[in-house]
């Protein structure tokens, strides 16, 4: 009975030890903070804060993209934005290129602070070439809890 528990100790210690040994070993513990997993791939946070994005909102100054299926943006989304959903990205991306050629910042959305539509969508137009790029982060949800313009239907 108790050579089970010490062959899985003796099993992890050289598993650990191992890991401690590589040059590429996994780290133990990661960085899960919001800022970190929505980063583009130099490390740069791709998050804008409400109130950045609601002052470039006020100014017309950023396109809004939302990262949703088309019925979910279709029950509602802010005011203005376009419709790009991450999962048939290649059938609205032709249509919407022009519109993100300006001088705009570019902020795409979704809804929950786990989705990860709007960070994948984000760093697909930053690798199509688009600079101005960010993302707000639980954004439908928070829009709305702010009180801020929101449209409906297509």
Known sequence: MWQMPALIILACLIAAGTNQLRTDGLPLVGNWSVE???????GDSMIISLEQAKQLFNNDEALFLDARPESQYAEGHIQGAL????????????????????????????????????HELALFLKETGFKNVRMLVNGW?????????????K
Do not use: H
Request: charged share 20%.
């Open 36 to 42: 970190d997993r929505f980063s583009d791939a130099a």
């Open 83 to 118: 419709n790009c959903p991450w999962q048939t990205v290649d059938s609205y991306f032709m249509e919407l290129a022009d519109r993100l050629n300006g001088q705009k910042m570019v902020i795409t959305y979704c809804d929950g602070e786990s989705c990860d539509l709007s």
């Open 141 to 153: 949800t928070i829009w709305q809890q702010a009180g801020l313009p929101v449209d409906v239907g």
